[in-house]
């Protein structure tokens, strides 16, 4: 008999790029390549280069099987970590593809791309998004610090062998940050380093949730604007994502909340257009998580956000012995 709980599978969640987005948990919370210094989800607790089966694949695909009636835009691998650590990646993909027609996307930092092993099961997707956030060494170590057999020059050059490969779309995130990436010198490093890789869209992003470290500072909508410019053609300012829950009700209850929280810090706007709650209701669910100590609060230019206490306790021990 099939379990009703769902573990691997989250959402439809709202996307600022891909609407209505079935996540898939592929990774333990915060088992990464990289350790941004903006990340939303916090420090990485499990800096790794490792690929193994870090989820039971047959799992994770009985509980995709049972959000599809949910009718998502995109299947997208993505979560609380880098997709591309789950070894049986490619199986997965595949054994989607039997199951439905819907568009399939990977949500990933690029790090690893640069293995033919990675780069050959992405074939299969529909869309890949992988993340550029610096134009060289220094700031690369400076944004993303990366797993030590990183170096820039590799990620890139990766990237750049997967986009020649690629016959789907690829769309390359920028992650600008003030005092970091958002001077003139260092956007023009990353012009020149999407000339190398030729996506198909660059789209710009910034700090709009808690970022893992409080230096890690936003720009403005405008001053994105200006910086998409530079780009040629210009880039895009991912927009506005909550109206698309405009479109169909979600039900949802404490647990749901939970999950969304578990996985990305949320504000109120975000959990009532998100999950489709009235936001009366919603307020009285947070004061209650509060009151339990099961939610926690901080504020980003002024805006309040919610996250989970045990968000960075759920990996404790997925680590283990495999960090290398």
């Given at each position: 008999?099939?379990?009703?709980?769902?573990?691997?599978?989250?959402?439809?969640?709202?996307?600022?790029?891909?609407?209505?987005?079935?996540?898939?948990?592929?990774?333990?919370?915060?088992?990464?390549?990289?350790?941004?210094?903006?990340?939303?989800?916090?420090?990485?607790?499990?800096?790794?280069?490792?690929?193994?089966?870090?989820?039971?694949?047959?799992?994770?695909?009985?509980?995709?099987?049972?959000?599809?009636?949910?009718n998502p835009d995109y299947i997208t691998l993505s979560g609380s970590g880098e997709p591309?650590?789950?070894?049986?990646?490619?199986e997965l993909i595949a054994h989607?593809?039997?199951?439905?027609?819907?568009?399939?996307?990977?949500?990933?930092?690029?790090?690893?791309?640069?293995?033919?092993?990675?780069?050959?099961?992405?074939?299969?997707?529909?869309?890949?998004?992988?993340?550029?956030?610096?134009?060289?060494?220094?700031?690369?170590?400076?944004?993303?610090?990366?797993h030590h057999e990183i170096t820039h020059e590799t990620m890139l050059t990766g990237i750049i062998e997967f986009r020649q490969e690629f016959r789907g779309q690829l769309w390359l995130e920028i992650f600008v940050l003030a005092g970091h990436t958002a001077v003139e010198s260092e956007l023009l490093k990353l012009k020149r380093c999407a000339e190398r890789i030729r996506p198909d869209r660059v789209q710009l992003n910034t700090v709009t949730r808690p970022p893992a470290e409080y230096f890690a500072d936003s720009v403005s909508r405008a001053r994105l604007e200006q910086i998409a410019a530079i780009f040629d053609p210009p880039a895009e300012v991912i927009a506005d994502y909550r109206k698309i829950y405009e479109r169909k009700e979600f039900v949802t209850n404490r647990k749901d909340?939970?999950?969304?929280?578990?996985?990305r810090p949320c504000s109120v706007?975000?959990?009532?257009?998100?999950?489709?709650?009235?936001?009366?209701?919603?307020?009285?669910?947070?004061?209650?998580?509060?009151?339990?100590?099961?939610?926690?609060?901080?504020?980003?230019?002024?805006?309040?956000?919610?996250?989970?206490?045990?968000?960075?306790?759920?990996?404790?021990?997925?680590?283990?012995?495999?960090?290398v």
């Open positions: 008999m099939k379990s009703n709980s769902i573990q691997y599978v989250f959402g439809p969640v709202p996307s600022r790029r891909l609407g209505r987005s079935l996540g898939i948990d592929l990774v333990p919370f915060k088992t990464c390549s990289y350790d941004c210094i903006y990340c939303q989800l916090g420090r990485t607790t499990c800096k790794t280069i490792v690929r193994k089966e870090w989820a039971p694949l047959d799992l994770v695909l009985m509980d995709i099987e049972k959000k599809l009636d949910t591309t650590l789950f070894s049986r990646i490619g989607i593809r039997r199951l439905t027609n819907i568009p399939i996307a990977v949500l990933t930092n690029g790090s690893l791309l640069w293995q033919k092993e990675v780069r050959d099961p992405l074939l299969q997707a529909d869309l890949v998004i992988p993340s550029l956030d610096a134009g060289d060494e220094i700031m690369f170590q400076a944004v993303n610090r990366p909340i939970l999950n969304l929280l578990e996985r706007d975000d959990i009532v257009n998100g999950l489709g709650m009235n936001r009366h209701e919603t307020l009285k669910h947070m004061e209650e998580l509060i009151k339990e100590n099961l939610v926690v609060h901080s504020f980003i230019n002024g805006k309040l956000f919610y996250k989970t206490h045990n968000q960075f306790l759920l990996s404790s021990n997925a680590c283990e012995k495999t960090t």
